[in-house]
């Protein structure tokens, strides 16, 4: 009777221990299936920290998304899988590291400097505003955001070298529309008049911050917003900044200017903005940014209104 007693019971403990094995592996799995969760959640967020998406104003954090967004408005994440920035393949081997490199097709064909008519120096400012909101012929950036199909590639290859130059440079804003413009410049006029201006002073102000609807660069599809992912606030501090400071350095080599320069807002109407690139053509851009002038000069006055 003792003997069957016996044997119950160290039955009944191997049971329990088998049980106990089977917890234990289960809570095992479990746990590993929840830090595996975490981990490619954490591998998404960031990705879409990564992503720089926001159609921002000058004083504004950027952060990355891919609906258009109120100024000085928290915006939701863009879509989890993009590239930062959109940029071509890196530069073939033997090139030096952060050395410029000048697009195939600009080299090719250079554009005529000074010619007020061609599609690339169009001027767009408060004393020429569009003749038509008809949008140009446009493609995505990875990110979303949209430039002009015949300046798309360049915008590319400049951000693949300052990539290849170990740097992180991100297109927070491209192309907008008149809607999008009117929506910003309205939000910055409400800002001006918080801070004490009457209507028509606030609106003249934010004309210097904000383009005039019709009147922005934007518009044209031909300027693009870059700023280092590490540094996203649109301020004069973006000056500093590496990605800044090489694309000031390098952006001529592909087509491109630095459209507000510091000692030009008496020219441009605009602030001063480092964050801001025209594409105007290779020829056109070397000679802009040699002489240190900005696309009025260039022009000399002679766009039509």
């Given at each position: 009777?003792?003997d069957k007693?016996?044997?119950?019971?160290?039955w009944?403990?191997s049971k329990?221990k088998?049980?106990?094995?089977?917890?234990i592996?289960a809570g095992v799995?479990?746990?590993?299936?929840?830090?595996t969760?975490?981990?490619?959640?954490s591998?998404r967020?960031?990705e879409v920290?990564?992503?720089?998406?926001?159609?921002?104003?000058p004083?504004?954090?950027?952060?990355p998304v891919s609906?258009?967004t109120?100024p000085g408005?928290?915006?939701?994440?863009?879509?989890i899988?993009?590239t930062?920035?959109?940029?071509?393949?890196?530069a073939?081997?033997g090139?030096?590291?952060?050395?410029?490199?000048?697009?195939?097709?600009?080299?090719?064909?250079?554009?005529?400097?000074?010619?007020?008519?061609?599609?690339n120096?169009?001027l767009?400012?408060q004393?020429h505003?569009?003749d038509s909101?008809e949008?140009?012929?446009l493609?995505l950036?990875?990110?979303?955001?949209?430039?002009?199909?015949?300046?798309?590639?360049?915008l590319e290859e400049?951000?693949?070298?300052a990539?290849?130059?170990?740097?992180s440079?991100?297109?927070c804003?491209?192309y907008?529309t008149?809607?999008?413009?009117?929506?910003l410049?309205e939000?910055?006029?409400?800002?001006?008049?918080a801070?004490?201006?009457d209507?028509?002073?606030?609106q003249?102000?934010?004309k210097?911050v904000?383009?005039?609807p019709g009147?922005?660069?934007h518009n044209l599809?031909l300027?693009?917003?870059?700023?280092?992912?590490?540094?996203?606030l649109l301020?004069?501090?973006?000056a500093?900044?590496?990605v800044a400071?090489?694309?000031?350095?390098n952006?001529?080599?592909?087509g491109?200017?630095?459209?507000?320069p510091k000692?030009k807002?008496?020219?441009t109407?605009?602030?001063?903005?480092?964050?801001?690139?025209r594409?105007?053509?290779?020829e056109?851009?070397?000679?802009i940014?040699?002489?240190?002038?900005?696309?009025?000069e260039y022009?000399?006055g002679?766009?039509?209104?």
């Amino acid at each position: 009777m003792q003997d069957k007693l016996q044997k119950r019971r160290k039955w009944r403990l191997s049971k329990e221990k088998k049980h106990t094995r089977k917890s234990i592996l289960a809570g095992v799995i479990l746990f590993t299936f929840l830090c595996t969760g975490f981990c490619f959640i954490s591998e998404r967020v960031k990705e879409v920290n990564a992503l720089g998406n926001l159609d921002a104003i000058p004083g504004t954090a950027v952060l990355p998304v891919s609906t258009e967004t109120t100024p000085g408005a928290v915006s939701s994440p863009a879509s989890i899988g993009q590239t930062p920035g959109a940029v071509s393949p890196p530069a073939s081997i033997g090139q030096t590291p952060g050395a410029a490199k000048l697009p195939e097709d600009a080299q090719a064909n250079p554009l005529e400097t000074a010619d007020e008519g061609a599609w690339n120096l169009k001027l767009v400012n408060q004393s020429h505003p569009l003749d038509s909101m008809e949008a140009p012929e446009l493609k995505l950036l990875s990110n979303g955001l949209k430039f002009d199909t015949r300046a798309i590639g360049a915008l590319e290859e400049m951000l693949a070298g300052a990539k290849n130059a170990g740097l992180s440079p991100i297109v927070c804003s491209a192309y907008r529309t008149y809607e999008k413009q009117k929506m910003l410049y309205e939000n910055q006029v409400k800002n001006q008049q918080a801070k004490g201006l009457d209507l028509a002073a606030a609106q003249e102000k934010a004309k210097s911050v904000v383009a005039y609807p019709g009147t922005s660069e934007h518009n044209l599809g031909l300027a693009a917003d870059i700023v280092p992912i590490s540094y996203q606030l649109l301020d004069e501090k973006q000056a500093d900044t590496d990605v800044a400071k090489w694309l000031a350095a390098n952006c001529q080599e592909y087509g491109f200017i630095l459209r507000y320069p510091k000692d030009k807002t008496e020219i441009t109407g605009v602030i001063y903005e480092p964050w801001h690139f025209r594409y105007v053509g290779v020829e056109a851009a070397r000679e802009i940014m040699k002489q240190g002038i900005c696309l009025e000069e260039y022009l000399g006055g002679t766009a039509k209104k």
